[in-house]
């Protein structure tokens, strides 16, 4: 969607510039058009990062996670916003556990022969 493409190239912009809020006020935006991206969901949970609103980050890393790709970059990208929520917790273990979880991301090249 070409309206959703300008917001994220707006939000791209304020978070480059170091304006978080603006950038999270933008995805919200374009999250009101498509609420289910999962891109969109992870990029809207690394400006809440930036925000330090890490129960809302990790809420959307988590929604991105079940709606995408369990696997690639993006799946890995989940996993870290969410390790990194589980160590401002204090929760060592979840964060540990996070952390495994991103090599589960990574696809198997083909067997060789």
């Known amino acids: 969607d070409a309206r959703v493409e300008d917001v994220r190239e707006q939000a791209r912009e304020a978070r480059a510039?170091?304006?978080?809020?603006?950038?999270?006020e933008a995805l919200d935006k374009a999250?009101?058009?498509?609420?289910?991206?999962?891109?969109?969901?992870?990029?809207?949970?690394?400006?809440?990062?930036?925000?330090?609103?890490?129960?809302?980050?990790?809420?959307?890393?988590?929604?991105?996670?079940?709606?995408?790709?369990?696997?690639g970059p993006l799946c890995r990208r989940h996993w870290a916003t969410i390790e990194q929520v589980r160590l401002v917790e204090g929760d060592a273990e979840?964060?540990?556990?996070?952390?495994?979880?991103?090599?589960?991301?990574r696809v198997a090249g083909p067997e060789r022969f």
Do not use: H, N, T, W
Request: aromatic share 4%; charged share 25%.
């Open 17 to 24: 510039q170091g304006r978080a809020d603006a950038a999270a």
């Open 31 to 71: 999250l009101a058009i498509v609420a289910d991206d999962p891109a969109l969901l992870q990029e809207r949970a690394e400006a809440a990062l930036l925000q330090r609103d890490y129960a809302r980050a990790g809420q959307l890393a988590e929604r991105a996670f079940a709606l995408g790709a369990q696997v």
């Open 94 to 105: 979840g964060a540990a556990s996070a952390k495994a979880q991103v090599d589960g991301c």
